[in-house]
C-alpha cells in the first residue's frame, strides 16, 4: 500500500501554491508601479501579437478588465463615468507574457528578489523543476490572501531515486497529487525500470503530467537509460535538456524527432546552461551576453571573483580550454538535435534553467532565445515556445498564451517588434500579471539593474 506518511515528508520537499502565492503578495504591491488590480485598464493604439498566428494587428485598442482581455477593436471608447485607466502605446507591441519551463527557485532569503527578476524579464509564468526553499519555511510568511501579483507558479512534485514505486503504491501517489496544488511530476532520478513503467501507467490513469531529466536508473554503479522508444511511447509529456538525445547515434535523430513528433512530447533544451557550465564563452565572450550588462555591481563583482576562483581550482587557463574543446562536439550534436526537432515541428518549450556564473535568473532566457536564433530557429518559433507551448502543456490554452478576448491579461508590452529581431525582447516596458501592470524600468531599478 502507499504510504501516506512517505507522501507527507515528499510534500515537505515541495511547495503549496497558495501558501506561495500568498507570500508573494506581502512584497508584491511595495513594488508595483501604477497598481491597478481590480481596475479598469485601456491600452490605446498598440501593435497586437496575438500569437494565435504570425499576423501583428497594427493600431489596435485593448481594453482590460477583473484580470481579463474583455475586448481589442480598432477603437474603444469607455462607457461614460467608467473609471479607466488610458495607457497610450502608439508605436509600441504588446504579446502573450513569458513563461520560463525550467527554472529552480532559490533559498527564502533569495526568493523575493528573484521573483521580482521574473517580473522585470516579462516573465508571467514559471515552471518549478525543483527549489532550494522547503514549504515549512515559508509557512512563516504566509497570509490568508489569494492575490496573485507575481508570476504564475506552476509547482512540481519531485521523484528521486530514494523511492520505488509498485503499481499500487504509483496509484496512490497520482490519485493524491490529482486534487493537489501540484501542477506535475519531476521526475529528477528514478530508481528502476518497473518504478518508470508504474508511474507512467498511473499518471495516464490519473491524468498527471510527468516529466523532466531522461529517465535513467543506476544498477551495480551503472548509469542504465530507460529504451528511448519505451519513454517516446509512453505518458512522459517533455524531456529536458536533450536527454536521451545525445546517446543516439547521428543518423538516427531525424528518425527519433519523427517519433518525438508523432508522440507529442515536448523538449525543453536549456542550451545556455551548456554555454555557461561548461565555459564556451571563454575567456572574454561572456562580458559580450545581454545579460552580462545587467547583472547589478555588487552581484557582477562577486560573479568576477568566483570565476577566477574556479579557474584556478580547474587548473588553469589550458585546462579550461581543454574542456571547452572536449565539450564542444558535445554541443554541436545538442544544436544539431535542436535543428532536427525543429524541422519535424516538434513542441518546443523555452526554459532558462540558469544557476551558472553570468547567467542571471530569467533575463537569461534572452540568451536562449538567441542561441535559438543563431541555430536558424524563425522568430515566431520561438516566441511561440515561451507563450502558447507552455500553455498546451499545461492544458489550459483556454485562458493563457494567447492574447484574445476573454483570456488572463498576462501580457508584455514592448518598444520594438520581437518578430523582427528576436533580440527585441529585451525592449520590454511593461508586464501586466492579471491585469496587474508593473513598469519594468523601476522593477530594474529597485532590482539595482541598469
Known amino acids: 500500500m502507499f504510504d501516506k506518511y512517505s507522501f507527507q515528508y515528499h510534500f515537505k520537499e515541495n511547495f503549496n501554491t497558495m501558501q506561495i502565492k500568498a507570500f508573494l503578495t506581502l512584497f508584491a504591491f511595495s513594488i508595483c508601479s501604477n497598481e491597478v488590480f481590480g481596475q479598469s485598464i485601456l491600452l490605446q493604439h498598440v501593435n497586437v501579437i496575438t500569437m494565435s498566428d504570425s499576423l501583428i494587428r497594427y493600431n489596435q485598442d485593448v481594453f482590460i478588465q477583473d484580470g481579463k482581455i474583455t475586448k481589442i477593436a480598432g477603437k474603444i471608447k469607455p462607457k461614460r463615468k467608467q473609471k479607466v485607466k488610458i495607457l497610450s502605446l502608439k508605436g509600441k507591441y504588446i504579446m502573450p507574457g513569458l513563461v520560463d519551463m525550467h527554472v529552480h527557485l532559490k533559498t527564502e532569503n533569495e526568493l523575493e528578489d528573484q521573483l521580482l527578476y521574473y517580473l522585470a524579464a516579462g516573465v508571467t509564468g514559471i515552471r518549478v523543476m525543483d527549489s532550494k526553499s522547503a514549504q515549512n519555511e515559508l509557512t512563516k510568511k504566509v497570509t490568508d490572501n489569494h492575490i496573485t501579483a507575481a508570476p504564475e507558479l506552476y509547482l512540481s512534485y519531485i521523484i528521486r531515486r530514494e523511492y520505488s514505486y509498485s503499481q499500487e503504491s504509483a496509484d496512490s501517489l497520482m490519485s493524491a497529487l490529482k486534487t493537489s496544488n501540484y501542477k506535475f511530476v519531476k521526475l529528477f532520478s528514478l530508481s528502476n525500470d518497473s518504478t518508470f513503467q508504474h508511474l507512467m501507467n498511473s499518471s495516464k490513469k490519473y491524468g498527471v503530467i510527468v516529466c523532466g531529466h531522461y529517465p535513467i536508473y543506476r544498477q551495480f554503479s551503472k548509469a542504465i537509460p530507460i529504451d528511448f522508444d519505451k519513454v517516446l511511447n509512453s505518458n512522459f509529456k517533455s524531456i529536458e535538456h536533450l536527454g536521451g538525445y545525445t546517446q543516439l547515434p547521428d543518423d538516427k535523430i531525424a528518425l527519433a524527432a519523427q517519433q518525438t513528433k508523432a508522440n507529442n512530447i515536448f523538449n525543453c533544451p536549456t542550451i545556455d546552461w551548456d554555454i555557461m557550465a561548461y565555459d564556451l564563452m571563454y575567456p572574454n565572450e561572456y562580458k559580450q551576453r545581454f545579460t552580462y550588462s545587467m547583472i547589478p555591481k555588487n ?152
Not at 518546443?348 to 541555430?375: C, P, R
Not at 529581431?421 to 500579471?433: G, L
Open 299 to 450: 552581484t557582477l563583482d562577486q560573479y568576477e571573483q568566483d570565476y577566477l576562483t574556479n579557474i584556478n581550482k580547474a587548473g588553469g587557463n589550458d585546462a579550461i580550454i581543454d574542456q571547452k574543446n572536449k565539450y564542444l562536439p558535445t554541443y554541436q550534436k545538442k544544436i544539431n538535435i535542436l535543428k532536427n526537432l525543429y524541422q519535424y515541428k516538434c513542441p518546443l518549450l523555452i526554459g532558462g534553467d540558469a544557476g551558472n556564473l553570468f547567467q542571471m535568473d530569467e533575463f537569461n532566457l534572452y540568451e536562449e532565445m538567441t542561441l535559438w536564433s543563431q541555430a536558424g530557429i524563425d522568430n515566431y518559433t520561438i516566441l511561440e515556445s515561451a507563450t502558447i507551448n507552455p500553455s498546451l502543456f499545461f492544458e489550459e490554452l483556454n485562458k493563457n498564451g494567447t492574447i484574445e478576448e476573454g483570456k488572463s491579461a498576462n501580457l508584455i508590452v514592448l518598444e520594438k517588434n520581437p518578430l523582427d529581431n528576436i533580440r527585441n525582447i529585451k525592449t520590454i516596458q511593461y508586464t501586466f500579471k492579471d491585469g496587474m501592470m508593473f513598469e519594468n524600468a523601476i522593477l530594474r531599478s529597485k532590482l539595482g539593474i541598469h
